[in-house]
T-cell receptor, first 113, second 113 residues
Framework: GDSVTQMEGPVTLSEEAFLTINCTYT??????LFWYVQYPGEGLQLLLK?????DKGSNKGFEATYRKETTSFHLEKGSVQVSDSAVYFC????????????FGTGTRLTIIP | DADVTQTPRNRITKTGKRIMLECSQT?????MYWYRQDPGLGLQLIYY???????NKGEISDGYSVSRQAQAKFSLSLESAIPNQTALYFC????????????FGPGTRLTVL
């Protein structure tokens, strides 16, 4: 079945550091890939997405590239801020059947000033 | 006002009690989902509904039931709550196929003693 494996946390970085959160997936066919962010006390919000191989999703300075050859969708940001502290979830959605999202376990990111 | 709302936001109950969690949306979406989130496990799909007459079990439906009272309302029930149902519960909507994004409510934190 479909699965998503993402970097275990927690991850603690200093402000302005470079961020990478790894995400790899196993899926049938050609899924769409997502990164969701969950700020404290809130629901999940879509951060970025990519729907086909080599697509790059980007938002709020975050980027991730859909790499079919390595089945990966790593999240990166060049200079993190304290406000980026949150839990980040990688997810995939198969493009047939029930269209459900399959989530990774989440990575808690803390940015210290 | 939030597009996807959940009530209650927090609930503490005892083993064996019947509990209903409610979800309402003003987005006009046909598809609605219930997920639970456990620490270290990401989100798991409980039930999903593609319209008022189409309800389907997800990965972990045992011990839960749902009701889609209208396009805008999707309720999750625990007929006889047990402690391992203590979790954070999220409702989500999707406007598939116009977008491939799911929109999440703020969550309900349920504790079963």
């Amino acid at each position: 079945g479909d699965s998503v494996t993402q970097m275990e946390g927690p991850v603690t970085l200093s402000e302005e550091a470079f961020l990478t959160i790894n995400c790899t997936y196993t899926a049938t066919g050609y899924p769409s890939l997502f990164w969701y962010v969950q700020y404290p006390g809130e629901g999940l919000q879509l951060l970025l997405k990519a729907t086909k191989a080599d697509d790059k999703g980007s938002n709020k300075g975050f980027e991730a590239t859909y790499r079919k050859e390595t089945t990966s969708f790593h999240l990166e940001k060049g200079s993190v801020q304290v406000s980026d502290s949150a839990v980040y979830f990688c997810a995939l959605r198969t493009n047939f059947g029930n269209e459900k999202l399959t989530f990774g376990t989440g990575t808690r990111l803390t940015i210290i000033p | 006002d939030a597009d996807v709302t959940q009530t209650p936001r927090n609930r503490i109950t005892k083993t064996g009690k019947r509990i209903m969690l409610e979800c309402s949306q003003t987005k006009g979406h046909d598809r609605m989902y219930w997920y639970r989130q456990d620490p270290g496990l990401g989100l798991q799909l409980i039930y999903y509904s593609f319209d008022v007459k189409d309800i389907n079990k997800g990965e972990i439906s045992d011990g839960y039931s749902v009701s889609r009272q209208a396009q805008a309302k999707f309720s999750l029930s625990l007929e006889s709550a047990i402690p391992n149902q203590t979790a954070l519960y999220f409702c989500a909507t999707s406007d598939f196929p116009r977008t491939n994004e799911q929109f999440f409510g703020p969550g309900t934190r349920l504790t079963v003693l």
